[in-house]
Protein backbone atom coordinates (compact mmCIF):
# COMPACT_ATOMS: atom_id res chain seq x y z
CA UNK A 1 0.00 0.00 0.00
CA UNK A 2 1.19 3.48 -0.95
CA UNK A 3 1.65 6.02 1.78
CA UNK A 4 0.58 9.50 0.53
CA UNK A 5 0.41 13.17 1.69
CA UNK A 6 -2.00 15.13 0.13
CA UNK A 7 -3.97 18.44 0.41
CA UNK A 8 -7.20 20.01 -1.05
CA UNK A 9 -7.71 23.91 -0.92
CA UNK A 10 -10.59 25.79 -2.20
CA UNK A 11 -10.24 29.24 -1.68
CA UNK A 12 -9.54 32.91 -2.78
CA UNK A 13 -6.06 34.09 -5.13
CA UNK A 14 -4.52 36.55 -3.38
CA UNK A 15 -0.75 36.95 -5.05
CA UNK A 16 0.34 35.40 -8.16
CA UNK A 17 4.02 35.13 -8.15
CA UNK A 18 4.81 33.91 -11.85
CA UNK A 19 8.70 32.95 -12.98
CA UNK A 20 9.65 31.03 -15.52
CA UNK A 21 9.70 28.18 -14.46
CA UNK A 22 7.63 27.86 -11.44
CA UNK A 23 4.45 30.00 -10.23
CA UNK A 24 3.69 30.30 -6.95
CA UNK A 25 -0.13 31.39 -5.27
CA UNK A 26 -1.38 32.36 -2.28
CA UNK A 27 -4.48 31.02 -1.39
CA UNK A 28 -7.36 31.89 1.09
CA UNK A 29 -9.55 29.81 2.60
CA UNK A 30 -12.46 30.64 5.42
CA UNK A 31 -13.09 28.60 7.94
CA UNK A 32 -15.84 29.09 10.80
CA UNK A 33 -15.37 29.07 14.64
CA UNK A 34 -17.57 30.06 17.27
CA UNK A 35 -16.88 33.32 19.15
CA UNK A 36 -19.59 33.34 22.15
CA UNK A 37 -22.65 33.12 20.95
CA UNK A 38 -21.58 33.93 16.93
CA UNK A 39 -19.70 32.72 14.00
CA UNK A 40 -16.54 34.45 12.90
CA UNK A 41 -14.82 33.17 10.18
CA UNK A 42 -10.61 32.58 10.04
CA UNK A 43 -8.97 33.65 7.03
CA UNK A 44 -5.95 30.67 6.88
CA UNK A 45 -3.40 31.87 3.81
CA UNK A 46 -1.60 29.01 1.91
CA UNK A 47 1.30 29.10 -0.86
CA UNK A 48 1.16 26.83 -3.43
CA UNK A 49 3.69 26.23 -6.03
CA UNK A 50 3.11 25.33 -9.47
CA UNK A 51 5.20 23.63 -11.67
CA UNK A 52 5.34 21.68 -15.80
CA UNK A 53 1.98 22.46 -17.35
CA UNK A 54 0.08 23.70 -14.30
CA UNK A 55 2.85 26.63 -14.30
CA UNK A 56 1.45 27.98 -17.61
CA UNK A 57 -2.45 28.21 -16.23
CA UNK A 58 -1.65 28.78 -13.15
CA UNK A 59 0.47 32.38 -14.43
CA UNK A 60 -3.06 32.95 -15.88
CA UNK A 61 -5.10 32.94 -12.59
CA UNK A 62 -6.47 36.34 -11.71
CA UNK A 63 -6.27 38.01 -7.94
CA UNK A 64 -9.91 37.51 -6.22
CA UNK A 65 -10.85 34.13 -8.93
CA UNK A 66 -11.63 30.85 -6.30
CA UNK A 67 -9.94 27.94 -7.34
CA UNK A 68 -10.12 24.11 -6.31
CA UNK A 69 -6.27 22.99 -6.18
CA UNK A 70 -5.04 20.00 -5.32
CA UNK A 71 -2.11 18.36 -4.80
CA UNK A 72 1.43 16.54 -2.40
CA UNK A 73 2.82 18.04 0.67
CA UNK A 74 6.49 18.09 0.49
CA UNK A 75 8.72 18.71 3.80
CA UNK A 76 11.92 19.74 3.31
CA UNK A 77 14.56 21.13 6.04
CA UNK A 78 17.88 23.59 5.67
CA UNK A 79 20.54 24.63 8.05
CA UNK A 80 21.14 28.17 8.30
CA UNK A 81 23.09 29.77 10.76
CA UNK A 82 23.77 26.42 13.06
CA UNK A 83 20.01 26.36 13.36
CA UNK A 84 17.90 23.49 11.26
CA UNK A 85 14.55 24.96 9.85
CA UNK A 86 11.50 23.30 8.48
CA UNK A 87 9.35 24.06 5.79
CA UNK A 88 6.49 22.59 4.31
CA UNK A 89 5.88 22.63 1.07
CA UNK A 90 1.95 22.35 -1.05
CA UNK A 91 2.71 21.33 -4.76
CA UNK A 92 -0.30 21.63 -6.95
CA UNK A 93 -0.98 18.38 -9.16
CA UNK A 94 -4.69 19.48 -10.22
CA UNK A 95 -6.22 23.08 -10.52
CA UNK A 96 -9.85 24.20 -11.65
CA UNK A 97 -11.26 27.74 -11.83
CA UNK A 98 -14.59 27.84 -10.14
CA UNK A 99 -15.55 31.93 -10.12
CA UNK A 100 -13.34 34.16 -11.71
CA UNK A 101 -13.49 37.22 -10.10
CA UNK A 102 -16.28 39.37 -10.28
CA UNK A 103 -18.84 36.46 -9.89
CA UNK A 104 -18.81 35.38 -13.79
CA UNK A 105 -18.47 31.50 -13.64
CA UNK A 106 -15.28 30.24 -15.04
CA UNK A 107 -14.86 29.33 -19.04
CA UNK A 108 -14.58 25.73 -19.00
CA UNK A 109 -13.38 25.85 -23.19
CA UNK A 110 -9.80 24.55 -22.19
CA UNK A 111 -9.89 21.00 -23.43
CA UNK A 112 -6.23 20.51 -22.17
CA UNK A 113 -7.45 20.39 -18.45
CA UNK A 114 -6.51 17.36 -17.00
CA UNK A 115 -7.99 17.70 -13.54
CA UNK A 116 -11.03 15.30 -13.17
CA UNK A 117 -12.52 17.33 -10.54
CA UNK A 118 -15.91 16.85 -10.19
CA UNK A 119 -18.10 19.72 -9.63
Do not use: C
Not at 18 to 47: C, L, M, Q
Not at 95 to 110: C, E, H, L, S, V
Request: hydrophobic share 35%; net charge neutral.
Amino acid sequence: MQNIAEFRIIGRVGKVDAKEKVTHIDIASNYPRKDGDSWKDDTHWNRVTFFGKLNERAAKIGKGDLVHITGRVRQNSYEADGTRHYTVDLIADRMATIIKNGGAPADRDDNDQDDNIPF
